[in-house]
């Protein structure tokens, strides 16, 4: 670049304000991206062939993903025009700008530091490198100067290596760090076991005042290296330890198969030597001895390794991108435990992607060892804090580079959970749980062993935690998927720190659908192009936030102090279908990828059941790779596997994609018009022949011409849209044109799928009426729902990872067919409906753990036997009557403090108009404002009833004497018209099955101990359950369903609700 003011100059899309200094290969320039400050350097050698450029996109790619606290982070790259050589570019990278000075500045040459000191500037040092080899990339140019110390005193790593991808730049460009190259690298190979070595030869020369070799070319360091003695470090400086200086010489060890078994070990052992603990002195070649012939080691070995098929492995000398590691044909490999060869998994805390190293039974080969476990330093999670020397954790080894063992595992989260270990020793009042150490154990099995499990933990187990710290303990990676986004935020906001602040700090990370986040893109569009919304209060706050530098945005629309309305954050949050990734002139501010970049990095990843199928049905393209999956609040899993795969048509779908700027600009206009007006036909058509009801909905029981012959006009749009694609557009409108045309692909077979209805025994189609945000009126819309999701779920989920299920309701009734002869409740139910088949998967771990709460002296469950049967449909008036009539005296018993939960929207209307006029409490019905609100105003009343329905019979959490009554109207059994249940049914009578012992009564009681379950939410709390459906005692089933309710004592007289309620509980 040339020399003139800069001012007004731009490199890229970047603008820039200064430039910062000029070396002889590169220039590094300050500049500006909304608001926020940037460095840039600028490559003085002109890449002139396509090899070159791809190479240094190639490294750029790979060194854009490292994250960590310790290494400065580069957001962009790109190359600018040389205007001294029109057949050359400029490479160029954005760097995050950090003012200071480099440690060459800050620890001039000649000058000694206390080892204490040094002790300082390693740790974060070898912290970040390790993090870098574990996931595939050699520094490669490591020295004093590309070491940078910012305001706050804290050491980054910068400028990693570029000829190591074979760049044509200047050998001048790294010079400086030839006199701290190791002696492979000087002959050409780098690997990481070479930067152990230059971080050694620093560490000497902090501590001894000068480096080990004077020499500062290429041959002569190399000569001295190979036939002059070492200057011992205590020969120099008398003050450094013998331990120390054993340190020091084992990492400066002309072989490399003589140093540490990775730079990590290096600085601990620095640590243990500064400490006076006892060294673990195990070398890469000690190591390589455990190895079976499986293994893959991080440090790049130096000779070939097959894989277990026979082929060979990644070159170790080449340096590949980020968290991949190719494996034959190309393909990324993550060998599982297997029982037969009683191998171990273990991976680098933290890291979900890193290569896999198998040990042969490592436990046992070190149970000699006298090693006492380090401190644990937590220098390898991005986000860490380094604990002070005298700080010990005798736990924290567990967590270290080798995976422990199952009983040790057990061990350590027993200590952690019972009385006397790490929680009751900081929390003042803690509370051993019994039956949460159980619900550990059994997860600390299942994770150890890659055994999938199946545990029910009711209401106050304290399934969270119980979950929670065997992982982190661990090193695994998990992904824990919650039901819903309120269940993964407490998650996320109240449980995980807990853990983090009183067990162990570790990463973890948030992750919603791309529509939950600000679209920087799509927001900078609406303040340049809609004046309406540039005088709007609420977007001018949301773009000044976006725009503040040392605001904590992290684009999630549920982090706003304020409520935006819904109508701005339809314009501006994301959009797969409108989003170019990293051809956006923003993707360097992307809260998406910052969200995605977190997840790659953390050790739990928090989801919801949604996103969690959406990435199973990607192959895992979605999400980061793990080692176990967590399926809390399991018992959604069918429900929410079944809507996810739902085909949903609506005219919506297709007036939004016929508004689409590109499409009306290249397809023809005749194809517009009539695909409009095949659009009106079709839904004037279907509402001549589906009949909906009163209920709103029907099934599809033939093909609807009309819908067939709009899904032909879509896709002559398709057609059209790819014959008219222009030439030469820009990359980002390219990839939107290329997302467009996908898009209407989809849109036209999605269309043919569900008018055609032509598979009746995979798919149940139906047509509906709904109120549609945004939309006028009442609309129709025609769907396609899975009717078997069994197989789905297994090979996609169950086959791919090792999954723990979870819930307070996973139990019901039904027949056993691995078990025949036990006959209370099971998980024979939910292993049939998600594809664990109980004959199929013996190895499956079961446990039905114990309550948590004593139910049979504080609750009571009250079952009338004078009420009248249910009655659907007309005639119905008097059974409505009896049941409001029996709610009405409980409640006045209750003194309100009630949940009255329904089974329909029809029989709550009712019950409400008749109780409302001679009730005096607080009386809020679900419907009438949002269910926050409802929840809300019910906890601060006192005093309140509330009439719910199926959202609120589970997922709200009422404690203490606020909620002291909850009724159920009637068995919970699916409406006989809902299409999907509906279709099932007929499906399993055709096959002669026993359809309602095996899915219609198990999911009936499943449903009412979870409406159950909203009364006892701490041990303190009692109350009264009622069940007013005398089918209890009338039908053969009744015994069954009662037996597999909490043990509360049981009455059918109302005079012992009045008793219940006045009694006083004992006070201890």
């Not at 009106?680 to 819908?707: C, H, M, Y």
């Not at 004593?854 to 007309?874: K, T």
């Amino acid at each position: 670049m040339a020399d003139a003011e800069v001012g007004l100059q731009r490199i890229g899309a970047y603008i820039v304000t200064q430039r910062l200094n000029k070396g002889p290969t590169s220039s590094l320039y300050l500049g500006k991206q909304r608001k926020k400050d940037i460095a840039i350097k600028v490559f003085q050698t002109p890449l002139v062939t396509l090899e070159a450029k791809e190479a240094f996109l190639l490294r750029a790619k790979q060194l854009k993903k490292l994250k960590h606290r310790q290494v400065v982070e580069i957001h962009d790259f790109g190359f600018v025009q040389d205007a001294d050589n029109d057949e050359g570019d400029l490479a160029y990278l954005v760097l995050q700008y950090l003012p200071g000075e480099t440690l060459r500045q800050h620890v001039p040459p000649g000058r000694r530091i206390p080892a204490d000191e040094v002790k300082r500037r390693l740790s974060p040092i070898a912290s970040a490198l390790h993090y870098a080899h574990v996931s595939g990339i050699v520094h490669g140019n490591l020295h004093p100067g590309n070491l940078l110390i910012d305001p706050n005193d804290n050491t980054l790593l910068t400028d990693f290596s570029f000829t190591l991808q074979g760049l044509p730049f200047s050998p001048a460009q790294e010079s400086t760090a030839i006199p701290y190259l190791a002696p492979e690298q000087l002959q050409g190979h780098p690997t990481a076991a070479g930067d152990q070595y230059a971080l050694a030869v620093m560490v000497y020369e902090w501590l001894c005042g000068q480096r080990p070799y004077s020499a500062a070319e290429r041959e002569q360091l190399l000569h001295q290296q190979t036939h002059d003695p070492l200057p011992t470090p205590r020969s120099l400086n008398s003050d450094i330890s013998p331990a120390i200086e054993q340190v020091l010489l084992q990492a400066l060890a002309f072989n490399p198969d003589e140093r540490f078994q990775h730079i990590q070990a290096f600085a601990d052992n620095y640590l243990r030597a500064l400490m006076g603990l006892q060294l673990n002195t195990e070398t890469k070649r000690d190591a390589s001895a455990l190895l079976t012939k499986h293994a893959v080691v991080n440090d790049f070995p130096r000779t070939p390794v097959k894989s277990v098929d026979g082929e060979p492995l990644p070159d170790p000398h080449k340096v590949y991108p980020l968290h991949v590691v190719p494996g034959p044909k190309n393909e990324v490999k993550a060998s599982p435990s297997s029982a037969e060869t009683q191998e171990e998994e273990i991976t680098p805390r933290g890291n979900g992607k890193a290569t896999r190293i198998l040990l042969d039974n490592l436990p046992g080969k070190h149970a000699s060892s006298t090693v006492p476990p380090l401190p644990n330093q937590q220098q390898d999670a991005a986000n860490s804090t380094p604990k002070e020397p005298e700080v010990l954790d005798e736990l924290d080894h567990a967590s270290s580079f080798f995976q422990t063992s199952e009983s040790r595992l057990a061990d350590i989260i027993t200590r952690d959970l019972c009385q006397g270990g790490i929680l009751s020793q900081s929390l003042p009042g803690y509370e051993e749980r019994p039956v949460q150490v159980e619900m550990a154990t059994l997860v600390a099995h299942s994770i150890t062993q890659g055994t999938p499990a199946i545990v029910e933990a009711g209401t106050g187990t304290g399934k969270s935690l119980a979950y929670l710290v065997p992982i982190v303990r661990s090193g695994k990676v998990a992904i824990i998927s919650t039901a819903n986004k309120a269940l993964q935020e407490q998650l996320f906001y109240k449980d995980i720190p807990f853990v983090q602040q009183h067990i162990k700090h570790f990463d973890a990370a948030l992750v919603k659908g791309i529509g939950n986040y600000v679209c920087i893109d799509r927001l900078e569009s609406e303040r340049t192009g809609m004046q309406f919304y540039a005088k709007n209060r609420d977007f001018t706050r949301l773009v000044d936030i976006t725009n503040d530098p040392d605001a904590k945005f992290n684009g999630d629309f549920e982090t706003l102090d304020f409520q935006l309305p819904a109508d701005i954050r339809s314009k501006v949050c994301g959009d797969s279908d409108q989003c170019a990734w990293s051809k956006c002139n923003f993707y360097s501010d992307c809260y998406v990828r910052e969200m995605r970049e977190k997840a790659a990095r953390a050790q739990i990843i928090v989801v919801n059941h949604t996103l969690l199928l959406l990435d199973a049905a990607m192959d895992g393209f979605l999400l980061p790779e793990r080692d176990v999956i967590v399926l809390d609040e399991a018992h959604h899993l069918e429900e929410e596997a079944t809507r996810s795969f739902t085909i949903t048509i609506s005219a919506n779908s297709v007036t939004t994609l016929l508004a689409q700027r590109m499409l009306k600009d290249h397809t023809l206009l005749s194809l517009q018009d009539e695909a409009s007006k095949v659009l009106n036909n079709t839904w004037d058509r279907l509402k001549l022949v589906v009949d909906l009801g009163f209920k709103g909905r029907a099934n599809l029981q033939s093909p609807i011409e009309e819908g067939l012959k709009l899904a032909t006009v879509i896709t002559d749009l398709a057609d059209s849209l790819r014959k008219q694609r222009p030439k030469d557009l820009p990359e980002k409108e390219s990839q939107l044109y290329d997302k467009l045309l996908k898009r209407t692909q989809n849109l036209a077979h999605n269309i043919r799928t569900v008018f055609s209805a032509d598979e009746p025994s995979k798919f149940v189609y139906y047509v509906e009426r709904v109120v549609s945000g945004g939309q006028r009126g009442i609309q129709l819309q025609v769907s396609a729902a899975p009717l078997d999701v069994t197989e789905w779920l297994k090979e996609r989920l169950f086959d791919k990872c090792n999954v723990i299920c979870t819930s307070a309701t996973l139990a019901t009734i039904g027949p056993n067919p691995a078990r025949p002869e036990e006959k209370g409740p099971n998980f024979s139910y939910f292993r049939r409906r998600t594809g664990l088949d109980p004959l199929e998967r013996s190895d499956v771990i079961e446990r039905i753990l114990p309550l948590a709460f004593d139910y049979e002296s504080n609750a009571l469950l009250y079952i009338p036997r004078d009420l009248p049967a249910p009655v659907y449909g007309a005639g119905s008036d008097d059974y409505t009557k009896a049941i409001a009539r029996e709610m009405y005296r409980l409640v006045k018993l209750s003194k309100g403090r009630a949940f009255l939960l329904f089974s329909s929207r029809r029989m709550l209307d009712q019950a409400f108009d008749l109780m409302a006029p001679h009730l005096d409490y607080l009386l809020l019905r679900q419907g009438d404002m949002p269910r926050i609100e409802l929840t809300r105003q019910f906890r601060e009343d006192k005093g309140a009833v509330l009439f719910g329905l199926k959202s609120f019979w589970e997922g709200v959490d009422i404690a203490g004497e606020t909620l002291s009554l909850v009724v159920i109207d009637k068995l919970p059994f699916d409406p006989p018209d809902d299409p999907v249940h509906e279709a099932r049914v007929a499906q399993m009578k055709a096959a002669g099955e026993n359809w309602f012992g095996i899915y219609v009564l198990p999911q009936a009681v499943l449903r009412l101990k979870q409406g159950l379950g909203r009364l006892l939410r701490t041990r303190d709390d009692r109350g009264v359950m009622a069940i007013l459906d005398t089918r209890l005692y009338t039908k053969g089933y009744g015994k069954l369903v009662l037996d597999a309710l909490p043990p509360a004592r049981r009455t059918a007289s109302v005079k012992d609700v009045d008793r219940f309620f006045n009694e006083e509980p004992a006070p201890f």
